[in-house]
């Protein structure tokens, strides 16, 4: 354990060896983490990031058992080749802080420890993550690490932990912007590159402050696995699929390669229909939001692990342009979506958010497509593609008009390339 002992949120009276922190002394003897800011690690999340978390299935009943089975069954079933890579632990793992406040896990749930946990994901080539709440208590209870962050970042870092996603609950008068930067300051600090997944639920628009803070930060508060509807919790509220994609609007300026707009865990698997479940993936997948699985892998259907695992989709996703997609036709009823590619190349998704198999028919040369924000335009008149279904494999081209028949709260997602005249 580090020898660090921090008593408020900037005051460090001692660091672990071979450490350093820039700090200033104060008159009273504590010192304080220079202003100057570090940086965060930017060779993270150049794509964005995709994994598995506990909390959409599990809730509080994570313990060592659960994560490294999950390890061995994200190897197994063929998504760490697809590309899944962090393990994440969600709340509820900690125990309680030792003498010096340094955080522990919980004995019963991690009897081995969160080192030996690590070495384990690892050895699977797999990556380790945790969760800590900028507040005094996680959002079911557990220590936040308020007071704590240096302590924390270098407890996490010793661990071999990876990725930490930091919350947002019991932070009454605390700065958003702020708190956030003292643990990307921390984790930096610590010196092992894990990344930084802002969960602020979108409160105080991180998109406006966060992007050289954390890798990514939650857009909405929680998904709930229905297509669109809003669970009332009391004082608030949880969303479906799409009220989350409804908020998304005007925010994909801000997300870029290292700095993404996070639509939360994902609810594949998780109850809803195949034909919603990949519609959640696709507009996931469009969106640029990092790709985390949220069901139980361990046992999961056939039908649910293709969805998760469709390699063309989560080309999509992971493209180097990192461009998020646009929405640039919406009757209500339908919305077509457009996202650029690299090497020219786009991505196209039809959503039917009805109740009913809609009918249209997409004639190309009627659209020229302009994206102001990246500067990206197809004139369909001047320019030809074909393209190929990514869920049916259907192949066709853009001189002709698309006719499609799309189910209700289905999609059709195609990826266009161009044409050589
Ligand atoms: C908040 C977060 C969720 C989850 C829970 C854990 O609600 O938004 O994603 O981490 O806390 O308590």
Redesign the pocket.
């Known amino acids: 354990m580090n020898n660090l002992i921090q008593v408020s949120p900037y005051s460090i009276f001692s660091i672990s060896a071979g450490r350093k922190v820039r700090c200033f002394l104060l008159a009273i003897g504590l010192c304080i983490p220079s202003l100057a800011t570090a940086e965060k690690f930017k060779e993270l999340a150049v794509s964005p990031q995709m994994g598995w978390?506990s909390?959409n299935t599990f809730?509080?009943n994570v313990d060592e058992k659960l994560i490294r089975e999950t390890a061995d069954a994200m190897v197994a079933s063929g998504m760490a080749a697809a590309g899944y890579q962090y393990v994440n632990i969600?709340?509820?793992w900690h125990g309680e802080r030792d003498a010096r406040g340094n955080i522990t896990a919980d004995k019963e749930k991690f009897p081995s420890g969160m080192k030996a946990l690590a070495d384990y994901v690892h050895s699977k080539g797999l990556k380790l993550g945790i969760?800590s709440d900028a507040g005094t208590k996680?959002?079911?209870g557990y220590p936040g690490s308020l007071g704590h962050e240096y302590q924390d970042a270098l407890t996490y870092a010793e661990w071999g932990v990876d990725y930490l996603?930091y919350?947002?609950?019991n932070t009454e008068d605390i700065n958003p912007k702020g708190a956030y930067r003292v643990m990307r300051d921390a984790l930096k600090t610590a010196g092992r590159p894990i990344l930084f997944s802002i969960?602020e639920?979108g409160d105080n628009q991180p998109w406006e402050w966060a992007s050289d803070i954390g890798h990514s930060w939650?857009t909405t508060?929680?998904i709930y696995p229905c297509w669109n509807c809003e669970f009332n919790h009391g004082s608030w509220s949880s969303w479906g699929v799409l009220r989350i994609l409804d908020k998304q609007e005007g925010l994909r300026k801000y997300a870029g390669p290292g700095h993404w707009n996070d639509m939360?865990?994902m609810e594949v698997g998780n109850g809803m229909s195949e034909a919603e479940d990949r519609a959640h993936f696709s507009l996931w997948a469009m969106l640029n939001s990092p790709l985390i699985a949220g069901n139980d892998i361990r046992n999961m259907s056939e039908t649910t692990r293709k969805i998760l695992t469709n390699r063309d989709v989560i080309a999509v996703n992971q493209d180097s342009l990192g461009v998020q997609a646009m929405k640039f036709i919406d009757t209500g009823i339908v919305q077509i979506f457009a996202k650029p590619l690299s090497g020219g190349e786009w991505a196209f998704l039809f959503l039917n958010r009805s109740e009913d198999t809609v009918k249209i028919t997409h004639d190309w040369e009627f659209h020229h497509l302009k994206d102001d924000i990246f500067n990206y335009s197809i004139d369909f008149k001047q320019q030809k593609f074909s393209y190929r279904d990514l869920w049916t494999g259907k192949k066709g081209d853009t001189q002709k008009p698309l006719n499609l028949s799309i189910p209700r709260h289905d999609i059709v997602m195609i990826r266009l390339q161009p044409k050589k005249n």
């Open positions: 978390n909390w809730a509080c969600d709340d509820c969760y996680t959002c079911a996603k919350d947002w609950c969960c639920w939650r508060g929680d939360d865990m």
